[in-house]
Structures are given as C-alpha cells and as structure tokens.
C-alpha cells in the first residue's frame, strides 16, 4: 500500500512540477483511440430525383352529355306512348302521338291540291307546244297556284308532325305520368331525356391555376359517398374568365360513363395533378437548419461536406430541394449530430454492402 502511494506520489509530482509526458505505449494507445473516434460511423442515403406535383381537388355535381324535359307542341288526346323508365331510345324515335285524324286529312287534301296545281300546268305548257297560244298570264298564273300547293302541303305537314314527340338525340327516358288516353298541352311534361354515356362535372379553380388547368389535361373524379371509387376524366372546358368574388375560374371535366354505373346529378370530388418539374429529393431527416439555412451534410470520398440547400416541398417524409448536389450522391441521415466539415466518416451502408455480397458470403465458399 504504502509502496502504490509513492509511486501515484511520483506520478503526481512529475506532471505538475517537471511537465513529464506519457510512456511511449500510453502515447500509442491515445492516438489510437483519437483516431478511431475521429472516423464516425453514420448511415447514409441517395439523392434521387422526383416530380413536384401540385394537387387541385374541388367539389362539382355531375350532369349528363345532353339532357333535356320533353313537352309536345300542340295539345290534344294521347293515342300512343312509349315512356317507360329508364328505356333506352335512339334519336328520331317516337315517344309519343296525339289523336291527328283531322291532320292527316288536311295533308291529304293538300296533297290532291298539289297535283292538280301539277296538271293544270303541264296541260298549258303542252298546248303552248301546239302553237294554242296560251297567253303568259295564264300560265305564270298556274306555276303560282303550283308553289301555293307546295307551301299548303309543307304546312300541314309541320301541323301533323306536332302531334307526335320523338327523341331528339339517343338516350335513357326518365319518369312520367303520361298515358294513352290522357290529354295534354304544351305546357305538360312529358319525360325527361338523358345522355348519360358521358358525365359533365364542372367545378372551381383557383385563379393562381390559369393556364395549368388545359384542355385535355387528366383528372381523379372520386364519388362523394364512396371515396374508394376513383374513375378517370379530362378537361374538356376552361371558362374565359374569373370570377371577381371567389377569385375563381369554373371548369368542367368529363367522365366516362360506358358501363353506366354512375347518374347524373351525383357530387364527385375532382382531383388535378399537375407536374412543375422535377428536383433533388433527399429523406426530410438529412435536411438539418443552421444561422444561414438549410443544409445537408453529403460524403466526398470518405470526408464529410455541408451543402447549402433551398427547400422547395415536402413530400411524404422527403424534401424536395434545390442545391449543388447531384444525382446518386449520399447524404448523412444517422450519425449527423457529431459530423464537422472534413471529418471522416465510415458509410455504415456500404459496409453492410460488402459484407453481404456473394465474395464474402460465408455460404458461398467451398
């Protein structure tokens, strides 16, 4: 005991009275350690790149292609109707006749009228070929009871074509209370018609938007009741101005509707992806805040180097930034609150890599 007390004694009085330094060994072991310290372990990354895409979403309620109320031109007695809903017709197909007994007289009538017009005029222009010397009154007199009977024959036939309702374009016919039987006039309804193959949903657009939102461009159109259900749509209308009170332009998108699983007047929320370009994006833990801004710390060779950043967008859990890094090059995300400029550094990740390839692979040798 007293022997250990001299020699700590000794120690002691070296250091502070003659600045002794260490054994050769201790001064070996030291630097070691330093130098093992100065060579920090951390776990890197790539840049990559990627797409900065912004995200319209808006509300709109969807109509059909072409929709119109059906009401017939004259009034009178119905004597035929094909109304049941949700029919399908084609266009130009009748829905539905009146009682036209006395319309179809007159263009019988006007017809017989036509003809002998017809034939007093041809018996006129045969004797003028006989040298009968008809005058020319009489026979301008005779061409223009001829176009009279035309136009007579051209009006009753629109005064007989009222009578009936015909479908002015494809579509599916919506409810009605008309039947044979019942009487109406040009103010009853008698059906709705819908083209709903093609669904229009038109919706807002903030003003900061113009000229993002194009024609042609491709949308998301979700149901408002059933999120899940996502179907495709292009803008097919941008309106020519803005709105002064909502600071908004309307635009409209079509949907597809061939398979007929969605109707008119249904809400659907439309989602616009625009891409403004693509840039560097690191993992958001690599980006680190000093005095002067953001940074990241980046390996050249095996030493560490801060880069200066500009943040542009946050995206899932990686920043979207801009800065003199480049493709493929690795940034520090673990291990970063110990690096300094020009330390050295170990990639724990590409040791990782070595030891599991196939050269190294215990497995792998015989």
């Known amino acids: 005991m ?17 600045g002794c330094t260490e054994s050769p060994d201790e001064e070996k072991r030291t630097s070691r350690g330093s130098w093992s310290a100065r060579e920090l372990p951390v776990v890197t990354a790539p840049v990559e790149r990627a797409p900065l895409i912004d995200s319209i979403k808006s509300v709109g309620t969807a109509r059909a292609r072409q929709s119109v109320t059906l009401y017939p031109e004259s009034s009178g007695v119905v004597t035929f109707a094909k109304l049941a809903p949700d029919t399908p017709v084609t266009a130009g197909e009748i829905l539905l006749k009146l009682d036209d007994r006395d319309q179809a007289l007159a263009v019988r009538q006007a017809e017989v009228e036509l003809a002998e017009a017809k034939r007093i005029l041809n018996r006129y222009l045969s004797l003028n070929s006989t040298d009968a010397n008809i005058p020319q009154s009489t026979i301008d007199t005779a061409q223009s009871n001829l176009d009279l009977a035309e136009i007579r024959l051209a009006q009753v036939e629109v005064e007989l074509s009222r009578r009936q309702v015909t479908a002015p374009f494809s579509g599916r016919i919506g409810i009605t209370d008309v039947e044979i039987g019942d009487r109406v006039d040009t103010s009853t309804v008698v059906t709705t018609l819908d083209d709903r193959s093609i669904l229009l949903v038109d919706f807002k657009v903030p003003e900061s938007f113009i ?11 979700r149901q408002w009741e059933s999120p899940d259900d996502n179907t495709s749509g292009r803008i097919v209308a941008v309106d020519s101005r803005v709105d002064s009170a909502t600071r908004a332009f309307r635009a409209r998108a079509a949907i ?20 403004k370009g693509e840039y560097l994006s690191v993992p958001e833990l690599s980006v680190q805040w000093g005095a002067d801004g953001p940074y990241v710390w980046s390996t050249k060779g095996d030493r560490a180097m801060r880069y200066p950043v500009e943040m542009v967008r946050r995206i899932e859990g990686r920043m979207l930034i801009r800065g003199e890094l480049v493709e493929g090059q690795r940034v520090i995300l673990e291990g970063i609150q110990s690096v300094r400029p020009g330390m050295k550094i170990k990639d724990i990740n590409s040791a990782t890599t070595t030891a599991r390839s196939p050269k190294n692979d215990p497995a792998d040798r015989t």
């Open 2 to 18: 007293l022997m250990r007390f001299s020699s700590l004694s000794v120690s002691l009085a070296c250091v502070f009275m003659f």
């Open 211 to 221: 000229g993002r939102i194009v024609m042609d461009l491709n949308v998301q159109a």
């Open 256 to 275: 597809d509707n061939s398979a007929d699983s969605l109707r008119p007047g249904m809400a659907f929320e439309i989602d616009a992806s625009i891409e």
